[in-house]
């Protein structure tokens, strides 16, 4: 496998763009990303010629794969054809708005942004106004995008900006705490209650390792911001129109939010973002109400043409039932693999999302040291380890790994990070087996992936763990 290309093509990067990147996570690869020339299917192929099983689909949006379905190219070409955008409204934003509010019961309408970043700072300006409240509760290593209000790290008591270029007084105004923890939540809603504008979560944090919620906390989380009168907020920016479906992650846990964020693959693979929820709530935008919001490319046509054939093509085809089966042989399969060869690892993910996290340790104190390759705590782990989830960790209290398995991101920063990105991300790229990044991003099934990349990549698998 030579990378001559990619390589030629990061120094030139290098020259003219910071870091050589345009996203900050995509020079996390070491010592330098692979260019891609073009995708196929579930594949991408390099700039050098070399060919990769793709589990990373641009981190989310690629719901049908690289190779879009003839109408989803169609009508992408059609509108692209017509001339780009036009300042005025157009048809297909009000068909993509009216097939999200026909599918996702909390959508009663629906305002459309150019990303996930936008959409989140929209949502929190929204609750904001909406409230006359400030504060805003946030998961800690929940991710909603490079915006002030939640690049903010530490705990409810001390808050502090996640990145230079941040006003210590903004971060006073977001709460932190840990996923899954309601005790932290009451305490938060003790100390600040009156002034909290709204919780703010993942459904499911998918950008920090894949961490599922325990049973009842998301309607923990209803309740607790009703009483006070303040909004629930669901950022589907990754789950949206996958996890569950065309009803989403919150059709799911049978939960409605009060504003929901998107992106990802409601655009199709194009630039999108977009805030649903009642419309109550959403009038509150400008030009109805005195929240301001607006965006030059905002609703663009090419995008919604791109989001409305994506999403009408899986409506009509069996798309999330190849994506979900094709992810459940991916989480039963690595079960067995990790249940063999490291079983203090766990696996999570649900529907299309997959992950195995390098936890340290596992039930009956089995722990992955060099010995276990060959010795008796194999054995042992996986005798204890039959009862386990099957095709992904559910948070189930009765599992024999419960007590092991990541519920929030501090247990996914305590994993071995540092040897799941320099040694075993490097194994499978070998094996032309592209993961993300590193331990935190998410890994995604597509329309284009097959049974035999599964096989294939649990092989890999096989050989890297
Ligand atoms: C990707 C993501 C965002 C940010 O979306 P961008 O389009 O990258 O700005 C926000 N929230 C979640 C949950 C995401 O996964």
Redesign the pocket.
């Known amino acids: 496998m030579t990378e001559d290309n990619s390589r030629e093509l990061y120094d030139r990067a290098l020259s003219v763009l910071p870091g050589g990147v345009n996203?900050a996570v995509r020079a996390a690869i070491e010592p330098y990303p692979f260019f891609v020339r073009k995708g196929e299917g579930g594949h991408v192929i390099d700039a050098d010629g070399n060919r990769y099983i793709d589990w990373v689909m641009g981190?989310?949006p690629l719901l049908l794969g690289h190779d879009l379905p003839e109408p989803v190219r169609a009508g992408i070409q059609r509108k692209a054809s017509e001339g780009p955008m036009y300042g005025t409204p157009t048809e297909v934003e009000v068909d993509l708005a009216e097939f999200v509010v026909r599918h996702v019961p909390s959508v009663e309408k629906i305002r459309f942004v150019n990303?996930?970043?936008?959409?989140?700072t929209s949502a929190v300006r929204l609750a904001r106004g909406y409230t006359g409240r400030n504060k805003i509760v946030v998961m800690q290593g929940?991710?909603?995008?490079?915006q002030e209000s939640t690049l903010v790290e530490g705990d409810a008591d001390d808050p502090k900006p996640s990145s230079a270029g941040i006003p210590e007084s903004f971060a006073e105004h977001t709460l932190p705490v840990p996923f899954n923890d309601e005790d932290a939540i009451r305490d938060v809603f003790e100390d600040h209650g009156d002034d909290i504008a709204a919780v703010l979560t993942?459904p499911i944090l998918?950008?920090y390792g894949i961490v599922y919620p325990e049973e009842g906390y998301h309607e923990f989380l209803r309740e607790i911001t009703e009483e006070h009168g303040s909004l629930l907020i669901f950022?589907?920016?990754?789950?949206g129109f996958r996890v569950g479906g065309l009803g989403c992650a919150q059709s799911e846990f049978g939960v409605t939010p009060d504003l929901t964020?998107f992106?990802?693959i409601i655009g199709g693979g194009f630039?999108?973002?977009a805030i649903g929820g009642r419309a109550e709530i959403i009038e509150h935008f400008a030009p109805t109400g005195d929240v301001f919001q607006a965006g030059t490319f905002s609703g663009h046509p090419v995008t919604m043409a791109a989001g409305l054939e994506t999403l009408k093509f899986a409506a009509e085809n069996d798309v999330y039932g190849h994506v979900n089966g094709l992810g459940d042989r991916l989480r039963r399969g690595l079960t067995d693999i990790v249940a063999d060869q490291a079983p203090s690892y766990t696996v999570t993910g649900t529907d299309s999302m997959f992950k195995v996290i390098f936890t340290r340790e596992g039930p009956s104190g089995v722990q992955r040291t060099p010995e276990d390759a060959s010795g008796d705590n194999r054995e042992q782990g996986s005798d204890s380890l039959e009862e386990q989830c099957p095709a992904g960790c559910r948070q189930d209290p009765t599992c024999p790994r419960y007590d092991y398995s990541p519920k929030n991101a501090g247990d996914v920063k305590n994993a071995e990070t540092e040897r799941w990105r320099r040694i075993f991300w490097r194994q499978m790229k070998e094996q032309d087996v592209f993961l993300s990044q590193n331990q935190f991003e998410c890994q995604f099934v597509s329309y284009g992936h097959t049974e035999e990349d599964v096989e294939e990549t649990l092989e890999a698998y096989k050989d890297a763990l």
């Open positions: 996203s981190l989310g990303s996930g970043t936008e959409a989140t929940g991710y909603h995008g490079a993942e998918g950008n950022d589907e920016v990754i789950t964020t992106g990802k630039p999108v973002g």
